[in-house]
């Protein structure tokens, strides 16, 4: 059966309407029509190839959230009607170590939710920026905030997952100091969740428009980082810094935050590389660079669960299927406060 997404044919090519097929439901799948779908800044780098190895035509987008439409025979979680999302992967090998400690984003043989491996026409994944999707019950969500939240619900299955992930792996909570740097879609996420995990959590942006903001969103303190003196006023004195900023910059400037034994870990994903940072800012405090990808599928279950028990949500700006040109656009110029989520009823005009 054929439905409306919205893609691109090529790497210089606008997104416009495509009409794509999805599987039939088959004994382990669940058949989602999708109510919206978060635009994160990858969609932007694998839809313009900035990371090499894009399958055309691309669908993008991982953020979806809708309602079960149907489900296969050997389905036993979900039912029709149900409130369910899909993040960034829609399979896995299920043998690996990683598969077997919950860590499928780790996994080898993970399928992405676009761009990834299937048998599926045309042979590759295409993701959310669709009317529907059909996915193994392994890796579908359930989603227990209020129906009326789930527009803001959707930017969690990859923003909330990919800060959360990190600052659970690093044990941010009460008595840590935590930076995160970049107010993007993911920034913003994570200034949500370190705080509501109980830590003090300083922000760090280019952007003097959002000081205020992001004092709203839950950060303790708010540093400009072109500013000299208010970094220099947090030297040595960060447990833990979450970087999410999209495009190569300075690492050492964060790097010498840290206190001793501290981590930084780098989420945001250039397309082109950072400047090698100082070893010395390194050993000096035995400090540590490391990366996070995402999350498994039980952490995920995990952050819903627990944003659905503290009623946290992404702030978003809803737009139409057809805006997502300009709405790249303006992301690029970080000009969204702070995530855009296509409202997918809009595909079927
Ligand atoms: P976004 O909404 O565009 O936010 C990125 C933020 O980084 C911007 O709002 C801006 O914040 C800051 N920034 C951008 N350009 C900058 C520059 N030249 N110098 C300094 N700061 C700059 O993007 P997003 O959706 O949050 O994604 C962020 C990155 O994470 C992307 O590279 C994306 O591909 C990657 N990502 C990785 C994973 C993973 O699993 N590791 C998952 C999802 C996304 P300020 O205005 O506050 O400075
Ligand atoms: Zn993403
Ligand atoms: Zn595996």
Same mark, same amino acid.
């Given at each position: 059966?054929?439905?409306?997404?919205?893609?691109?044919?090529?790497?210089? #090519?606008?997104?416009?309407?495509?009409? %794509?097929?999805?599987?039939?439901?088959?004994?382990?799948?669940?058949?989602?029509? /999708?109510?919206?779908?978060?635009?994160c800044h990858s969609d932007l780098h694998q839809?313009?190839?900035?990371w090499?190895?894009?399958?055309?035509?691309?669908?993008p987008?991982h953020?979806?959230?809708? &309602?079960?439409?149907?489900?296969?025979?050997?389905?036993?979680?979900? &039912?029709?009607?149900? @409130?369910?999302?899909?993040?960034c992967?829609? +399979?896995?090998?299920?043998?690996?170590?990683?598969?077997?400690?919950?860590?499928?984003?780790?996994?080898?043989?993970?399928?992405?939710?676009?761009?990834?491996?299937?048998?599926?026409?045309? =042979?590759?994944?295409?993701?959310?920026?669709? #009317?529907?999707?059909?996915?193994? !019950?392994?890796?579908?969500?359930?989603?227990?905030?209020?129906?009326?939240?789930?527009?803001?619900?959707?930017?969690?299955?990859c923003?909330?997952?990919?800060?959360?992930?990190?600052?659970?792996?690093?044990?941010?909570?009460?008595?840590?100091?935590?930076?995160?740097?970049? /107010?993007?879609? @993911?920034?913003?996420?994570?200034? &949500?969740?370190?705080?509501?995990?109980?830590?003090?959590?300083?922000?760090?942006?280019?952007? $003097?428009?959002?000081?205020?903001?992001?004092?709203?969103?839950?950060?303790?303190?708010?540093?400009?980082?072109?500013? $000299?003196? $208010?970094?220099?006023? !947090?030297?040595?004195?960060?447990?833990? /810094?979450?970087?999410?900023?999209a495009?190569?910059?300075?690492? +050492?400037?964060?790097?010498?935050?840290?206190?001793?034994?501290?981590?930084?870990?780098?989420?945001?994903a250039?397309?082109?590389?950072?400047?090698?940072? #100082?070893?010395?800012?390194?050993?000096?405090?035995?400090?540590?660079?490391?990366?996070?990808? %995402?999350?498994?599928?039980?952490?995920? #279950?995990?952050?819903?669960?627990?944003?659905?028990?503290?009623? /946290?949500?992404?702030?978003?700006?809803?737009?139409?299927?057809? !805006?997502?040109?300009?709405?790249?656009?303006?992301?690029?110029? =970080?000009?969204?406060?702070?995530?855009?989520?296509?409202?997918?009823?809009?595909?079927? +005009?």
């Amino acid at each position: 059966m054929s439905i409306r997404a919205y893609g691109a044919h090529a790497s210089d #090519q606008p997104l416009v309407a495509l009409d %794509i097929t999805r599987r039939a439901t088959g004994p382990d799948d669940v058949r989602i029509d /999708i109510a919206y779908c978060g635009v994160c800044h990858s969609d932007l780098h694998q839809v313009r190839a900035e990371w090499g190895g894009t399958l055309f035509p691309c669908v993008p987008g991982h953020e979806i959230v809708g &309602k079960v439409a149907q489900v296969g025979s050997a389905v036993t979680g979900f &039912k029709p009607g149900d @409130l369910v999302g899909v993040g960034c992967i829609v +399979d896995s090998c299920r043998q690996c170590a990683e598969c077997a400690d919950g860590l499928e984003n780790y996994c080898d043989g993970m399928v992405g939710t676009y761009n990834g491996g299937t048998s599926d026409a045309p =042979g590759h994944t295409l993701g959310g920026y669709a #009317q529907a999707i059909v996915v193994d !019950q392994r890796y579908v969500l359930r989603i227990r905030h209020p129906e009326a939240d789930l527009a803001a619900v959707a930017p969690l299955l990859c923003a909330g997952i990919t800060t959360w992930s990190p600052l659970r792996h690093w044990q941010v909570g009460p008595g840590r100091k935590v930076g995160v740097v970049g /107010i993007g879609g @993911l920034g913003h996420m994570g200034i &949500k969740l370190a705080h509501a995990l109980g830590a003090h959590v300083v922000a760090f942006t280019t952007s $003097e428009g959002k000081r205020e903001e992001a004092r709203k969103l839950g950060a303790d303190e708010v540093v400009v980082s072109r500013n $000299e003196e $208010e970094m220099a006023a !947090q030297r040595n004195s960060l447990d833990f /810094i979450l970087n999410t900023v999209a495009a190569p910059h300075d690492l +050492d400037a964060y790097l010498s935050l840290l206190r001793r034994d501290g981590t930084m870990a780098l989420v945001g994903a250039p397309a082109t590389p950072h400047p090698s940072p #100082q070893v010395f800012n390194l050993i000096m405090k035995r400090r540590r660079l490391a990366g996070s990808l %995402i999350g498994g599928i039980r952490e995920t #279950q995990e952050m819903l669960d627990f944003c659905a028990e503290h009623g /946290i949500t992404a702030d978003i700006e809803m737009i139409r299927a057809e !805006q997502i040109n300009d709405a790249y656009e303006r992301m690029l110029s =970080g000009d969204v406060r702070y995530r855009f989520v296509i409202d997918n009823a809009s595909l079927a +005009d």
